[in-house]
């Protein structure tokens, strides 16, 4: 399971990048996200719509600028992925697989672009092009959605995983205390 996810991974990335080559290659760098190229709607309600731009930070533009801080973070956070399912390979579950496999294709996939900024000064930042437009919400891609789908997923795993072993622990302690009670009730037998 492990050389298929991360085959997995690697397909994200290239997904990735190939979305970020057709937008920027089709659509026009936006100066604002108010300019959409493409919108999805359900009658007239819009959902969302297709856009670029650039964006030098993370999530909500935060940490702007900080290039290098994002790099050795997201490096990091990357390589602690790698070991742990290394390490724990033997007992992760597929579904753990896939969530860690969004996470690992979503970082690389932001990741390149960042490593692009500090080659290509034209490259100005991470290439976002997804805009929600019901709600105020940042502008985003693949990558974005597959580190997010991947987190929430390990999310609902963790507290599946904590919820069946605590079931498990108060089953073993409840069996306990019946094989106790039984022991003593056996042992006032005999007394008698």
């Known amino acids: 399971m492990l050389v298929l996810s991360l085959v997995l991974a690697g397909l994200i990335v290239v997904l990735d ?3 970020k080559l057709y937008i920027s290659s089709n659509f026009e760098l936006c100066t604002s ?18 856009t670029h731009i650039r964006n030098d930070g993370a999530g909500w533009s935060i940490l ?7 790099i050795a973070f997201t490096s990091i956070v990357l390589i602690a992925i790698l070991v742990y399912m290394i390490v724990k390979r ?42 929600v437009d019901f709600i105020d919400f940042p502008v985003f891609n693949f990558a974005d959605m597959c580190v997010v789908v ?7 795993i963790y507290i599946w995983q904590e919820s069946k072993d605590s079931k498990a622990k108060k089953l073993a302690k409840a069996e306990e205390a019946k094989e106790n009670c039984e022991s003593e009730d056996k042992a006032q037998g005999e007394d008698q």
Not at 150 to 156: D, E, F, P, S
Request: charged share 15%.
């Open 90 to 131: 033997k007992k992760i579950g597929t579904l753990e697989y896939l969530a860690l496999s969004l996470v690992i294709g979503g970082g690389v996939g932001n990741l390149v672009d960042r490593f692009r900024m500090l080659i290509d000064p034209d490259f100005t930042g991470v290439v976002d092009y997804i805009a």
């Open 17 to 19: 990048q190939l979305l």
């Open 64 to 70: 702007g600028g900080q290039t290098i801080f994002l």
């Open 150 to 156: 991947g987190g929430i997923g390990l999310c609902l």
């Open 33 to 50: 996200v108010i300019h959409r190229y493409w919108t999805f709607s359900i009658g007239s309600f819009d959902v969302f719509s297709i």
